[in-house]
């Protein structure tokens, strides 16, 4: 038993490695964080409608914006993952910032434009 909860510790606190990426599926409604090709998150998500159709392609997310006006078309998430997910982004790519700036921004309902130092490729596909 012990062998077994030293293999299953070990395990949990390897971290994956490796360049990071989004993929976003339309069909499934998810969107899938990646490191190295490992999948480290995974979200559900709303897409566009057949008459303002979510755009597919391979794109670089060079720019975060906190609390955006809705768009046809766009992938939107739970307000609590797209918390989790725009601080996981900018933490991986450099862009820090402190508790106490998230937490205004969240509180705000006034657009916030992040640069972030590192594009980051993302990949929207059926």
Not at 12 to 24: D, E
Not at 37 to 55: Q, R
Not at 67 to 88: F, K, Q, T, W
Request: with cysteine.
């Amino acid at each position: 038993m012990n062998a077994l909860l030293a293999v299953l510790l070990l395990f949990q606190t390897q971290t994956a490695t490796g360049p990071l990426s989004m993929a976003a599926s339309t069909e499934k409604k998810i969107l899938v964080v990646r490191i190295g090709g490992t999948d480290v998150k995974t979200y559900d998500v709303a897409v566009g409608s057949k008459a303002h159709a979510t755009p597919t392609g391979q794109f670089t997310v060079k720019h975060l914006v906190w609390n955006p006006a809705a768009s046809h078309g766009c992938i939107r998430m739970a307000e609590a993952d797209a918390v989790e997910l725009a601080r996981y982004l900018m933490e991986q790519t450099g862009a820090h910032h402190t508790d106490d700036w998230y937490s205004n921004v969240v509180a705000s309902t006034k657009p916030t434009d992040v640069r972030l130092p590192v594009g980051i490729p993302m990949v929207i596909g059926k």
